[in-house]
Nanobody, 127 residues
Framework: QVQLVESTGGLALPGGSLRLSCAASGRAASTYSMAWFRQAPGKEREFVAAIRGGDGHTNYAGSVKGRFTISRDKVKKTAFLQMNSLKPEDTAVYYC????????????????????WGQGTQVTVSS
């Protein structure tokens, strides 16, 4: 069983930055594909970014491309989401997700590609 533990989110000003981390437990977790999703009040959970375990390929939602960066430290079994140029519409609960599979590129934004989920962490962007 894999457990995902996310860092505390926080409050940022518009245009500011935040960095989230997600630590995975389990022996094989260093090879897992990992992703970030988010859910704003009254909205569906949506894909933000993903990094594939096998080759490190990354995939981003159009709304965050160029502003957010996903990365990972395989030794520490931790994924990161660096969020820059934050906007009020980035306000949401952010969820880390992981899978032992290597999803094809077109599947990476799909929630069904992931088997394990974190508890979620609140990110608020407001002046």
């Amino acid at each position: 069983q894999v457990q995902l533990v996310e860092s505390t989110g926080g409050l940022a000003l518009p245009g500011g930055s935040l960095r989230l981390s997600c630590a995975a437990s389990g022996r094989a977790a260093s090879t897992y594909s990992m992703a970030w999703f988010r859910q704003a009040p009254g909205k569906e959970r949506e894909f933000v970014a993903a990094i594939r375990g096998g080759d490190g390929h990354t995939n981003y939602a159009g709304s965050v491309k160029g502003r957010f960066t996903i990365s990972r430290d395989k030794v520490k079994k931790t994924a990161f989401l660096q969020m820059n140029s934050l906007k009020p519409e980035d306000t949401a609960v952010y969820y880390c997700a992981a899978t032992g599979r290597n999803p094809i590129l077109s599947w990476m934004p799909d929630k069904t590609a992931y088997d394990y989920w974190g508890q979620g962490t609140q990110v608020t962007v407001s002046s």
